[in-house]
Structures are given as structure tokens and as C-alpha cells.
């Protein structure tokens, strides 16, 4: 099992930044993709950026170029720099984490999100 905690979220003005952080617990974090997806009101949760566990990014069009991904397997976390912020950008964030091996190949894991919003 995997326990996964965001922090970071808030209000930011257009064309700011906020960095999310996902603190793992709970298993071998370095066995595991981690990836950030978002949910905004009355659409679909839908992939932002993720990082593999052996470090190759995969990331959606909206956000090249702004938002970038990181992990530190030493401190079990993974963190989303989100730069040149859009009002569209305003979603629930949720931390993923997704099983490259051992007991629970396969399996996903979410934490509870965290809410960005972009607003003046």
C-alpha cells in the first residue's frame, strides 16, 4: 500500500508559479511512476505530467513549456513546478502513484487532491 499526502495548493494570480509537492509513504517509492493529473469542475480527470521511475517524462500539451516534474526517491516525494499559470489551470490536482513492481504491479494509488486556483 501507498499513502500519498499533496501540499501546495492555493490562489495565484495569472502568469504565476506554485510548486506542489506528494509525500509517499508506505512502500518502495522508487518502484513506482508518480504523475500528476487534475480534475476541473465537470470534466474529466485527465494526466498533466508524469515521471517514470527510471526518470522519462511523458506530459500533456497544455502544460509544455510551464509546468515541470520531479521526484526525490531519497525523500520519498514528487513535485509539480507550475510556472506562467492560466485560469484553465484551475483544477483539483492529484498526486499519483502507479506500480511498476512487486506485490501490487499494476495497481494506482491517488491521494486526496489539492485544490489550484488562477484568479486575479
Known amino acids: 500500500q501507498v499513502q500519498l499526502v499533496e501540499s501546495g495548493g492555493g490562489l495565484v494570480q495569472p502568469g504565476g508559479s506554485l510548486r506542489l509537492s506528494c509525500a509517499a509513504s508506505?512502500?518502495?517509492?522508487?518502484?513506482?511512476?508518480m504523475g500528476w493529473y487534475r480534475q476541473a469542475p465537470g470534466k474529466q480527470r485527465q494526466l498533466v505530467i508524469r515521471v517514470t521511475s527510471g526518470g522519462n517524462r511523458d506530459l500533456s500539451d497544455s502544460v509544455k513549456g510551464r509546468f515541470t516534474i520531479s521526484r526525490d526517491n531519497a525523500k520519498n516525494t514528487v513535485y509539480l513546478q507550475m510556472n506562467s499559470l492560466k485560469p484553465e489551470d484551475t483544477a483539483v490536482y492529484y498526486c499519483?502513484?502507479?506500480?511498476?513492481?512487486?506485490?501490487?504491479?499494476?495497481?494506482?494509488?491517488w491521494g486526496k487532491g489539492t485544490l489550484v486556483t488562477v484568479s486575479s
Open positions: 508506505g512502500s518502495d517509492f522508487s518502484n513506482y511512476n
Open positions: 499519483n502513484a502507479h506500480s511498476r513492481g512487486g506485490y501490487d504491479y499494476g495497481m494506482d494509488y
